[in-house]
Structure formats: C-alpha cells, structure tokens
C-alpha cells in the first residue's frame, strides 16, 4: 500500500500508462477502427461471446439495461447478422440468442488482433524488464484478488 506522496504519484503514472496502452492498442488496430457497431450492442456481443446464448431477459439482467431496450439491441445485431434467435429447446414461449458465425469470427478477431499487437510489444522487451512487469502485474492480479474475496465474504 502506498503510504507517502511518492507511492501515490507512482500510482498515479502507472494509471497513466494503462490508459496509454490501451489506447494505443486501439489506435494500431484496423479491425477496431472499423467496427460499426455501438457501445451498447458491442458490450451484447462480448456477454454472448463469454456465456453464450442468453435469453433476452437474461442479456438485459447481464448489461444492467431494461428488456425493451436488450431487445431493441439484439434487433440491430440481428440485422447486422452479428446475432441469431432461436427458439428455446426447454421453453417454446422464449427465445435465444446467441453470436452467429459471422458475429463469433468478428469478436475472435477484435480480441486476437489487440492480443498480437501486445504480444509483439512484449517480445521486445529485455528479460530483466519483462520479469520485472511480470512481477508486477502478478501483484496487482494479487491485490484484485485479494479485494474480490473479500467482496464474495461479504454477499
């Protein structure tokens, strides 16, 4: 834990940095700078490409946004044919959606592409330097653990 003026404008530049290379992951990127889709139905596509098919209710309920508005979000991917409904095998009144193949390849692009472009940076780096920021990356993954089971304590 940081306890001086020192630690906290180290934590400071570190934030910096993260924001940084994101960004620059993004701006290399020809596959993000493309993409035409919009936050809301972007952040539907990767809950459908983490957990798969969803009902829309459920999709809704992951994304934190009424049903009308998942519902209207899963219209516009349908028509972009990035989603698909089917039918509900358990439940014929309700229905599925799920990534197509075209909507799956597009999300597995974005991810690999933005993976390369960090990989290729990190092969750059001297051993020493690489050791040092897999140390701390270990840390920090450490604290965020350590931060979310004290969450879990406490539901």
């Known amino acids: ?22 960004g620059m992951a993004r701006a290399h990127d020809s596959d993000w ?9 972007f952040k539907a596509m990767i809950v459908l490409k983490d957990n798969g098919r969803q009902t829309v209710g459920g999709l809704a309920r992951a994304l ?3 049903e009308p508005s998942a519902s209207l979000l899963v219209e516009k991917l349908v028509t972009r044919r990035f989603v698909g409904r089917t039918d ?13 193949d075209e909507g799956d390849q597009l999300m597995a692009r974005l991810r690999r592409s933005r993976e390369d472009k960090f990989l290729g940076w ?13 140390r701390g990356l270990q840390a920090l993954i450490a604290v965020i653990d350590r931060e979310e089971g ?6």
């Open 122 to 134: 990190l092969r750059q780096l001297e051993s020493e330097d690489l050791g040092s920021l897999l």
């Open 150 to 155: 004290q969450k879990g304590d406490r539901a």
């Open 88 to 100: 509900d095998p358990g439940d014929r009144r309700r229905t599925l959606v799920a990534l197509t």
């Open 64 to 66: 934190s946004i009424s």
């Open 1 to 22: 834990m940081t306890d001086n003026i020192h630690g906290e404008a180290l934590v400071e530049r570190c934030n910096e940095i993260m924001h940084r290379l994101g």
């Open 33 to 41: 700078l493309n993409l035409d889709v919009g936050m809301g139905q």
